[in-house]
C-alpha cells in the first residue's frame, strides 16, 4: 500500500476516494454496477455459446466495431442517442415518476419542430449558422408540453403516468403518422415501399454534409455530441449543486418529508415532468436530424402499419436504471451499449437480439444491486485473502485512520486557500472589486509560490503519516496472525485435538501472508518476525504434521 508514496497526488486523490466517508456510498455503487456488469457479460457470453454462436464472434464484439470511420461516427451518435434517452428518463425518477412517454415525446418534438422548420424554410429564413438551435428549441417546448400534459393527468386526475404515457405515445404516433403521410412524405422512397418524411433542411438540421474535415462531413455525429456533453453538464450541476436538484431528490426519497420541509411537491413534479421531456425534445432531434436520412423515420416502428412506438425511449429506461440514474454513470454505460450496437454486425452476432439480449440480462442482475450493495461480498473475500480473517477489525481501524487522515489534509488545503483568499481580499481595498475578484481568487491563488509551496509540505506531511499508519497496520496484522496461530499450537500441545490440528495444516498459507507484509517493517520488526516464524515451524514439526504434505 505505500509502493506509491513517490506519487503523493495520485495516493491522495485513491485515499479521498476509497476512504472518505461522505464517498462511501458512491464507491460501494460504483463497484457494485462494475461487478454486475461483468457479470452479466458473463451471463451473456455463456447464452450467445449455448445457442450455438460461435464464441469467439462474442470477443470481438468489442474489436471490430470501431474499425472504420463510419463505425466510429455510428458508435459516437449513439453514444448521443443513449445518454439523452437515460437523462430523461432518469431526470424523471429524481422524484420516482416512470416517464415511460420519452418515446412519444421525442416523436411529438421532433415533428413539431420539421413542421416549422419546413415552412420557415420555405419563406426563405434559412440562417447559415443557428439554424439547429432553433429545431431543439422548438422540439423541448413541445416534448417538454406533452410530458407536462402527463404530469398534469397524474396529479389532478390521479390517473397513473404509465397509463396515460403509453396512451399518449400511441396517439402521437398515430396522429404524426397521419400527418406525414398526407403532407410531408418522400413520395420517391414511398415508391420503395419506405415511409419518410422528406428531409429536414439542412440549415436546421445536426447532419452535416460538408464538414471542416472528413471525419466529420457527412455525418451527424459534432452536434450530437456536444449537445449531449452539455445536456449531462447542466443535469448534473442541476441536481449535485442546485436546491432545486436537492429539493428534487427529497421528494423522491420522502413526498411526505418534502411537504413537511415546505416543498411544494406539485410544482416539482411538473417541473421533473417539463425537464424529462425537454431532454426528449433534444433526443428526438439527435434522433430524427443526426441521421443520414434527415427524416421522420417510420422504418423502425413498422413502417405504414405503425405496429410500435420509437424503440429509442425503452433503451433508455433500460439504461437509465443500470445506470442508477447517475448522470456519468448513463455516459458510461451508453459507451457500453453504443459499442455493442456497432460492433454486433461485423461480430457476426444477431442484429439487433445481442443489444437486446444485453439489456434485457443486465436489467435482471442490476436488480440485485441493493443486495450486493447491502452485502458487501466482494469485500470481504479480498480482505481475508490479502489480511487474513484474523485481521477484519484491523482493517476496519486503517480504514477510519486513512479517512481522519484525508479529511486533516483536505481541512489544511482549504484553511489555507481560505487565508491566502482573504490576504488577497485585503489587497483590493473596495468591496466592489472583491466581489467582482470572488470567481478570479481560487484560480489566482494555485499560481501562487507561497500555496505550492506550503502545499509541497502538506503533501510530504501526508505521505509521511500514511507510511507510519500503513506500516502499523501491517504490524498488527502480522503479530496478529503469529499470536493466533501461537495460541492454536499451545492448544494442539495440551489436547491433542484433530480440529485444531488441521488448522495447522494451513500455516504454509498464513506464512506467505505473514512473509508478504512483513516486508515493509523495519529490519528489527523482521528480525522479531522471523523468529516468531521459526519457533511456530519447529512446534508444527514436533506436533508431527507433516510441512510437506501441506
Given amino acids: ?14 485515499d479521498r476516494f476509497f476512504y472518505r466517508k461522505e464517498h462511501k456510498s458512491t464507491r460501494r455503487r460504483i463497484l457494485s454496477i462494475i461487478v454486475l456488469i461483468l457479470i452479466a457479460l458473463l451471463v ?8 450455438n454462436v460461435n464464441r469467439y464472434a462474442f470477443l470481438s464484439l468489442f474489436t471490430r466495431g470501431l474499425r472504420d470511420q463510419k463505425q466510429q461516427q455510428d458508435f459516437i451518435t449513439n453514444i448521443g442517442i443513449f445518454t439523452l434517452a437515460g ?25 413539431f419542430a420539421f413542421i416549422i422548420t419546413h415552412y420557415l ?12 438551435l432553433i429545431t ?9 408540453f ?5 404530469g398534469l393527468f397524474k396529479i389532478y386526475l390521479k390517473i397513473n403516468e404509465v397509463v396515460s404515457a403509453i396512451l399518449l405515445n400511441w396517439i402521437i404516433l398515430l396522429i404524426v403518422g397521419t400527418i406525414i403521410n398526407n403532407h410531408f412524405i418522400d413520395s420517391t422512397q414511398r415508391l420503395n415501399g419506405n415511409f419518410l418524411s422528406v428531409k429536414f433542411p439542412d440549415q436546421y438540421s445536426f447532419y452535416v454534409v460538408n464538414g471542416p474535415t472528413f471525419f466529420t462531413s457527412n455525418t451527424g455525429w459534432v452536434w450530437t455530441i456536444a449537445v449531449t456533453a452539455v445536456s449531462v453538464v447542466i443535469v448534473w450541476v442541476l441536481l449535485r449543486f442546485t436546491v432545486f436538484g436537492h429539493k428534487l431528490k427529497t421528494t423522491g426519497l420522502s413526498s411526505s418529508s418534502a411537504e413537511y420541509f415546505g416543498y411544494n411537491k406539485n410544482l416539482l413534479q411538473l417541473s421533473s415532468f417539463a425537464i424529462s421531456g425537454a431532454l426528449a425534445g433534444i433526443l428526438g432531434v439527435v434522433v430524427y436530424t443526426g441521421q443520414a436520412s434527415q427524416a421522420i423515420d417510420f422504418s423502425s416502428v413498422g413502417r405504414f402499419g405503425l405496429s410500435s412506438v420509437p424503440i429509442e425511449g425503452f433503451n433508455g429506461i433500460a439504461i437509465s436504471l443500470i445506470a442508477l440514474n447517475n448522470p456519468w454513470g448513463i455516459v458510461i454505460v451508453s459507451m457500453l451499449f453504443s459499442l455493442i450496437s456497432v460492433g454486433q454486425g461485423p461480430a457476426n452476432l444477431p442484429t439487433p437480439q445481442t443489444l437486446s439480449l444485453t439489456l434485457g440480462v443486465l436489467m435482471y442482475i442490476i436488480s440485485i ?29 486503517l480504514e477510519n485512520n486513512m479517512a481522519a487522515l484525508s479529511e486533516k489534509h483536505l481541512f489544511k488545503v482549504k484553511k489555507l486557500q481560505k487565508d491566502l483568499n482573504e490576504q488577497l481580499n485585503e489587497q483590493y481595498g473596495s468591496k466592489l472589486k472583491v466581489a467582482l475578484m470572488v470567481l478570479i481568487n481560487p484560480i489566482k491563488i494555485l499560481f501562487l509560490k507561497e ?4 502545499i509541497n509540505t502538506y503533501k510530504n506531511e501526508y505521505v509521511q503519516e500514511r507510511v507510519s499508519i500503513v506500516n502499523e497496520f501491517y504490524h498488527s496484522c502480522v503479530f496478529n496472525s503469529i499470536l493466533a496461530t501461537e495460541k492454536v499450537i499451545q492448544d494442539c500441545e495440551s489436547s491433542k485435538n484433530q480440529k485444531l490440528l488441521h488448522k495447522l495444516s494451513k500455516w504454509n498459507k498464513e506464512e506467505r501472508r505473514i512473509q508478504k507484509l512483513a516486508a515493509t517493517l523495519e529490519d528489527e520488526m523482521k528480525m522479531q518476525v522471523n523468529k516468531h516464524i521459526k519457533t511456530i515451524n519447529k512446534k508444527i514439526s514436533n506436533l508431527n504434521i507433516n510441512k510437506e504434505a501441506r
Wanted: proline share 3%.
Fill in 1 to 14: 500500500m505505500n509502493q506509491f508514496k513517490k506519487y503523493p497526488n495520485f495516493l491522495i486523490g485513491f
Fill in 87 to 111: 437523462l430523461s428518463f432518469g431526470f424523471a425518477m429524481q422524484v420516482k415518476i416512470f416517464n415511460i412517454g420519452i418515446s412519444g415525446q421525442m416523436l411529438a418534438g421532433a415533428s
Fill in 136 to 144: 431543439i428549441i422548438l422540439s423541448m417546448f413541445v416534448a417538454a
Fill in 146 to 150: 406533452v410530458s407536462v400534459l402527463t
Fill in 44 to 51: 451473456i457470453y455463456g447464452i450467445l455459446v449455448a445457442t
Fill in 369 to 397: 444491486y441493493g443486495l450486493m450493495n447491502y452485502l458487501k461480498p466482494w469485500r470481504w473475500i479480498i480482505i481475508i485473502k490479502i489480511y487474513g480473517d484474523k485481521n477484519i477489525t484491523e482493517y476496519q481501524n
Fill in 121 to 132: 424554410a420555405k419563406t426563405g429564413f434559412a440562417p447559415a449558422v443557428g439554424g439547429q
Fill in 451 to 454: 500555496y505550492k509551496e506550503q
